[in-house]
């Protein structure tokens, strides 16, 4: 848990403020270090407590969830937001023991909320980052797949390997082609189907039949050779004779050509920060303050892209 610390007289971690009858009150602000939002047309950032039960909330007057995940096109976004009294920055507390986790969300207030304090900075800064990262999820890791200019391109695409889900544009998905059959994150034992120290998620003829892969497709063209079997082999392990996909067996050299790659499904993650700076609510002031990282279902995305064929 994130402790908020301001500071009004001293350094310590502790805030206070006096009563009408001179009396000073310790106030401790301990929150978790993650914020959730609610909102469509309007958003609202909010963190809740309890024993005893408080929240933090900004407002942000005309600003959706949509907004602060338009990326740029290194996958950025980052604006500051003057706190305000179109935006405005509070601290709550509350009478009651346990707040419902739809306290920010409702257009018509909770009856049974209690509001025993509600206090309010109109003026600060609310600095809002936005990070998207991209994923193909395909069993190799994103690090391996990335060279140092960030443009790895196997079967040249134009998606990188590494939100690439078919590295070497065969039709087969990388994560179906064991790049890491153990899951070590050590890609030397990776399948190698004809033994030609090219690992068949790298390799666009996986047994060396001098038919690419993506071609050998003899009962049904739906960009998928997997599904082609019209031959068998005698299992080394179990002695047992069973049916292998055309584009694994070298006896079997049927060609029909691909006319287009499979459609990619690249997986999306997003990051949101908020950091407060100069906000001041009475008892409350602070230069600095880390607001922490928003949790919501939304930041989680999955976008579809289907690569242009090239012979």
Avoid: W
């Amino acid at each position: 848990m994130r402790k908020l610390v301001f500071t009004l007289i001293t350094l310590l971690l502790i805030l206070f403020y006096s009563c009408n009858d001179g009396d000073i009150i310790t106030v401790e602000l301990d929150f978790e270090d993650t914020f959730e939002s609610c909102g469509s047309t309007n958003l609202t950032l909010y963190k809740t407590k309890e024993d005893p039960s408080e929240s933090l909330s900004l407002f942000l007057n005309g600003v959706t969830l949509d907004d602060i995940l338009e990326v740029d096109e290194d996958g950025i976004f980052e604006k500051a937001y003057s706190i305000n009294t179109s935006n405005p920055f509070n601290y709550r507390t509350y009478s009651n023991t346990n707040l419902p986790s739809n306290l920010f969300c409702n257009d018509v207030p909770n009856s049974e909320v209690i509001i025993t304090q509600d206090i309010e900075s109109t003026s600060g800064v609310a600095i809002l980052k936005t990070v998207l990262t991209e994923d193909d999820n395909d069993g190799v890791p994103a690090l391996l797949d990335i060279d140092e200019e960030k443009n790895n391109d196997t079967d040249g695409d134009g998606i990188p390997n590494f939100i690439d889900a078919d590295d070497d544009g065969d039709n087969i998905l990388t994560k179906d082609e064991n790049p890491d059959p153990n899951g070590d994150g050590d890609l030397s034992d990776a399948q190698d189907t004809d033994g030609d120290s090219i690992p068949d998620y790298l390799d666009d003829d996986d047994d060396n039949d001098g038919v690419k892969t993506r071609d050998e497709e003899n009962d049904s063209q739906d960009n998928n050779p997997a599904n082609d079997q019209s031959g068998s082999v005698i299992d080394p392990i179990t002695g047992v004779e069973r049916l292998i996909a055309d584009y694994l067996n070298d006896k079997i050299s049927t060609t029909v050509e691909a006319t287009a790659y499979r459609e990619h499904s690249i997986g999306q993650t997003y990051e949101v920060t908020l950091i407060l700076r100069d906000i001041d609510i009475q008892i409350i002031s602070a230069d600095f303050y880390d607001f922490g990282k928003l949790v919501n279902s939304a930041l989680s995305k999955t976008r579809k892209v289907t690569p242009e064929f090239t012979n």
